[in-house]
């Protein structure tokens, strides 16, 4: 039954992929939203948005001494435009060069991914999740840059997910 279940769930999914856009966009957006809320209550999925064991680490973790040096200065220049120059920029435009554009963006994304080793070891995160994460992270970045032209569009998007990060844990922090 569980799995009738799950495949008759998916079915209903695709079947709506392709009855939803023939509706108006309004309907569609509150249908959508709703149908998906209930279908979260229906199949009691866990959303993760409060995991106890993410906001205890957060909690636990000591944040730099200046807050404001951190989220106007390092998170900005020293991690955001460090990396966007060095991997989205100069690796991706050697490795493009060496290996046409989609192996230029794979090996940025794979050296980006492998150049938070020792991140994830002097914070206790799990190497190969971080590895794969972050390498993922700067697939998506390289694509940015590649899709808009501009390193803008990357660095704002890795700006947006350090700060939101960091402020994160900050108010965890402070709510702990």
């Known amino acids: 039954m569980t799995r009738l279940r799950a495949l008759s769930l998916a079915a209903a999914l695709v079947g709506w992929s392709l009855v939803s856009p023939r509706l108006p966009a309004a309907w569609r957006v509150i249908l959508q939203a709703g149908a998906g809320a209930l279908l979260v209550l229906v199949t009691r999925a866990p959303l993760g948005?409060?995991?106890?064991?993410?906001?205890?680490?957060?909690?636990?973790?000591?944040?730099?001494?200046?807050?404001?040096?951190?989220?106007?200065?390092?998170?900005?220049?020293?991690?955001?435009?460090?990396?966007?120059?060095?991997?989205?920029?100069?690796?991706?435009?050697?490795?493009?060069?060496?290996?046409?554009?989609?192996?230029?963006?794979?090996?940025?994304?794979?050296?980006?991914?492998?150049?938070?080793?020792?991140?994830?070891?002097?914070?206790?995160?799990?190497?190969?999740g971080t590895v794969l994460v972050t390498g993922v992270a700067g697939w998506l970045f390289g694509w940015l840059a590649d899709r808009s032209g501009s390193l803008a569009a990357p660095m704002l998007a890795h700006l947006a997910v350090n700060e939101a990060g960091a402020i994160a844990a900050l108010t965890v922090r402070r709510s702990a």
């Not at 060095?86 to 150049?115: C, D, E, I, V, Y």
């Open 49 to 128: 948005l409060r995991p106890p064991r993410v906001r205890a680490a957060m909690a636990e973790r000591q944040p730099p001494a200046s807050v404001p040096a951190w989220l106007l200065l390092q998170i900005p220049v020293g991690t955001v435009w460090a990396e966007e120059a060095a991997f989205r920029a100069a690796l991706a435009t050697a490795g493009s060069r060496a290996f046409g554009q989609p192996g230029g963006r794979l090996l940025q994304a794979m050296a980006f991914g492998l150049s938070h080793i020792a991140d994830a070891r002097a914070t206790g995160a799990p190497v190969a």
